[in-house]
């Protein structure tokens, strides 16, 4: 059933490395995980499922993703029932298979199929998904484990027309090379859940290196990493469109440790292309102030501090995803859920993530009024020759003074608002004056 014919030219993989031999892999995954990860076997629990980690790639600080794709494919189940067979997830790149596992004890899907290029990981996936019924009361496998690259497997999902509501690709590095054949596996109105961990080509300083994986220029700026989301997303509407379909974030989710970026992706058909989410982002290095530019606004790119005059203190990044990184009404969804599931906050002996107060965050960062991009509180003290204002009291004061404003879940030193810089630094001064 899972033998796997050749690749459509199409969705063609990275053309170095179609389908890493696992003695590449063994290598990287060895150099990594001597510098960050668990170093042995361990027994691990997760809201409660307990599995082993074996020698394979396992990161406890990822749990929150995990969570945040478990209560995802829990909503699909409860909205659609995950179609006629039920709720089917590919689970790309599984590791030890603790995702495929939480699919299936937690989020209820009917079918997992675990993936990983590291064959030696065979027994361990194996021995952990055992952890769960290997058939349904229907008499129906509900996992099934192979050891191919990631990009084999998911364009052959693609050439069979056998496509999964939810895929998840958690990479290593950049994901970019499986966004096209990711998209492509996903059935029309399912989820493609990516994740990558190339801070190389977010932070700004390697702009060709952004360039190669995501077709976007990137200058570093005080935000770089909502670019970092905003690029990845980016490069997933340019991949989806060039097969016709288009995509909607349901939430970009960025973590410090690794640093890790994860978007979850809604597919539907690309009726007619639509980029009106897809430009470029301006920063001027002189005052601070930022702004989003469409294709046809190319030519006017400026800032108001240098009266629109052409000046190379304005870096400009781009094409990238400039529109909602969120859809709120789905986080609301993914928080009530939480909520039931006694998820919602951690359990006092530090297992668990407070998924109430990030979900709450990210609902608030999904305000339309707000512009892309955060303000550091460094950046404001700096610029404004004082010492930090306190956070709460500046978004206070924004509020006050009628604009949007709410912290950012990206950086939690910094506020998210549609006051321009220059407000913003008077207000900063008005606040150290009544203190
Ligand atoms: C970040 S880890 C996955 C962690 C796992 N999803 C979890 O939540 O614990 C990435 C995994 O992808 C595997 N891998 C790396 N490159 C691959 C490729 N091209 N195809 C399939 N698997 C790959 C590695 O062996 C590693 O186990």
Known sequence: MFALSSVHPILLPHPLNPNPSPRRIRRTRTRTRRRTLTPTSSREAERGVEFETGDSFFRRESAVGRDLGVLSASLLRRCCGGGGGGLRVLDAMCGCGVRALRYLAQGGADFVWANDAFEGSRPLVLANLAREPRFSTLGE??????????????????????????????????????????????????????????????GGHRPRCSLASYGAYVRPVPYSNEIGLRMLLGGALREAAAVGFQITPLFSYYSYHAPVFRVMLQVSRGKDHDFSHYGFISYCKLCGHSQTYSWDELGQISCPCRNGEVSSSVVVSGPLWTGPLHDAAYLSDMLRLATEWGWAYTDGKGNGVDLEKLLNLMIEESDPLLPSGYIKLDEIASRARINSPPLATLINSLRREGYAACRSHIAPNAVKTNCPMASCLELAHAIRHQR
């Open 141 to 202: 496998r509900r996992w099934v484990v192979t050891h191919f690259g990631a990009n084999r497997v998911l364009a052959d999902c693609y050439l069979r027309r056998e496509f999964f509501d939810l895929v998840d690709v958690d990479s290593f590095g950049s994901d970019s090379s499986f966004l096209r054949s990711g998209i492509a596996a996903v059935k029309i109105g399912g989820l493609l859940y990516v994740t990558s961990t190339c801070g190389r080509s977010s």
